[in-house]
């Protein structure tokens, strides 16, 4: 005899209400084998677990019961190839997405983690810094928080909304020869990879004279100045671009005072 299931045991079985069950017995897409009529107990039996799976895990990747159900009553051996090549596609690329979104998480937080160490520093460091690739493009110089929500909506629609710069490193590139003047400056995402565009640039790797701003945008110049004195005075030579990398800013806090903002300049 076929093995039977009362539907709270297949709800047991697969973690699902009753009323779900009910529900697919209503639009169609899984019957009860049989209703006793004695006690209106519904029965299921062990070969339709395999179709239950199937329209959960269908249900899970995003189709629609109609979907379902309209595959469910024609099914066939060639749509069932077409169906599960379509859907494991469909799957792949969420994995993908689903991997980006963790690897760009993982650059979020270990960038926060950085901040007791930033902070216990001293005041400037020299550090080595690997090849980067950078989005860049030109803007006005950010002068504050709005510009700085501006700025970045304008880099964001230049790379595309199918891109969330939420997770990347954000930054400007200014120009040592401009810095007094009221100047034009650029705006950066770091990218994973390189490929061809013309805003795509290259942060050179080497030696790389850091320090810390901490508070607002708009005081930003005061850390410049100490940066260049402190150069001047140790003989440093100043290249022409310095990169400014936000590691705490409004992404991680909406008090201004507690943004924090590496500058770098190679040396």
């Known amino acids: 005899m076929e093995l039977q299931f009362t539907s709270g045991q297949v709800c047991k079985i697969f973690n699902i209400t009753k009323q779900t069950l009910l529900f697919y017995d209503k639009i169609g897409i899984l019957k009860p084998q049989y209703v006793d009529s004695n006690n209106g107990y519904r029965y299921y039996?062990?070969?339709?677990?395999?179709?239950?799976?199937?329209?959960?895990?269908?249900?899970?990747?995003?189709?629609?019961?109609?979907?379902?159900?309209?595959?469910?009553?024609?099914?066939?051996?060639?749509?069932?190839?077409?169906?599960?090549?379509?859907?494991?596609?469909?799957?792949?690329?969420?994995?993908?997405?689903?991997?980006?979104?963790?690897?760009?998480?993982?650059?979020?937080?270990n960038r926060i983690k950085q901040v007791d160490n930033i902070k216990n520093s001293d005041e400037f460091i020299i550090k080595y810094v690997p090849e980067k690739y950078l989005y860049s493009i030109p803007v006005q110089r950010v002068n504050g928080l709005q510009d700085f929500n501006l700025t970045l909506s304008k880099i964001k629609e230049h790379i595309g909304n199918c891109l969330d710069t939420c997770f990347w490193d954000v930054g400007c590139i200014e120009k040592y020869d401009s810095f007094e003047k009221n100047r034009n400056t650029e705006m950066f995402v770091v990218v994973d990879s390189i490929f061809k565009d013309q805003y795509l640039k290259i942060k050179p790797a080497g030696h790389y004279l850091c320090t810390y701003h901490y508070g607002s945008y708009n005081t930003l110049d005061t850390t410049y100045k100490n940066l260049f004195n402190y150069m001047n005075l140790n003989g440093f030579n100043i290249s022409e671009d310095i990169y400014e990398i936000y590691i705490v800013d409004i992404l991680n806090t909406d008090n201004e005072s507690n943004f924090i903002t590496e500058i770098s300049i190679k040396i």
Do not use: D, P, V, W
């Open 45 to 109: 039996f062990l070969n339709q677990f395999e179709l239950l799976y199937l329209i959960l895990s269908l249900k899970e990747i995003g189709m629609s019961l109609k979907e379902i159900k309209n595959h469910l009553t024609q099914r066939s051996l060639e749509k069932n190839i077409l169906l599960f090549e379509n859907q494991i596609s469909k799957i792949q690329n969420k994995i993908a997405n689903l991997e980006t979104i963790n690897k760009r998480l993982q650059k979020s937080l």
